[in-house]
């Protein structure tokens, strides 16, 4: 949709532009300052999940997703593919005794809609609704968008955990590096810059493994910086890699 060789933007493009504009209007609460959801998709299906927290305190600004938290949550699912028999089956969220959806309407509106539970899920039905109630241009694109509040709590990880040598690898290729551009620092000082770096890692979990490692026999990790030796060599030293 670029402008052609005199910078107009043909008609047909203009009308898709402004579609885009009036969607993205419509739905800027489930688009802008969202994350990535514990679930990024209904898998084999057309759905895709945003979702955002109604407080922060306390979390990483820089955190890779939300997690799901029935009273802080709030999940957004747009469906790509207008079901043929109006129905929208999500199987991530767990509906709770307080759990709503509702669909975007027009004005900044939603339209609370019936749900029952499905295999443990939600399904709902959007059969019965003018097309006109729909947010602008969900028809003409045929994606509309739903807000699930209060669904039950789930620890699901999307990050997959790493193995103890990967996340070795991983922060000894920092101290070779630190090492490299400053080989005059401290064993204490580069212990402490990698322990921040721990903090760096996506998923707890590695956190603590990154922590643990760097905690295990620092003075062998620093003798081999001194040595020359690489982050594989240092991780197979500290026995949690194996020497291929």
Known sequence: ??????????PIYEERLRDIGLFVNAHSEAIFATKPWIYLNEQ????????QLRSTTGFDPYRFFNPQ????????????????????TLTS????AQTTVKLFSTN????????????????TS????????FAPSSVNSGIFVLKIEYTADDNNNPIPVQSSCQ??????????????????????D????????CGTFAVSQDQTSCKSIVNKDFSKVYNDLKGGRNYGQICDDLNICTAA
């Open 190 to 197: 580069l212990q402490t810059k990698l322990l921040s770096d």
């Open 108 to 123: 900044g509106q939603f339209i609370q809609l019936n749900y029952t539970t499905v295999s443990g899920g939600i399904q």
């Open 167 to 188: 996340t070795c690898q991983l922060i000894m290729t920092n101290a070779v590096n630190y090492y490299t551009l400053n080989n005059a620092i401290s064993q204490s």
């Open 1 to 10: 949709m670029a402008p052609d060789h005199n910078g107009r933007v043909i």
């Open 126 to 133: 959007i059969a019965g609704i003018n097309k006109k109630k």
């Open 69 to 88: 938290k029935q009273a802080n949550t709030i999940v957004y699912a747009f469906v790509t593919n207008w079901p043929s028999n109006n129905l929208v």
């Open 93 to 96: 969220p767990k509906p709770t």
């Open 44 to 51: 084999g299906s057309s759905i895709w999940y945003t979702s």
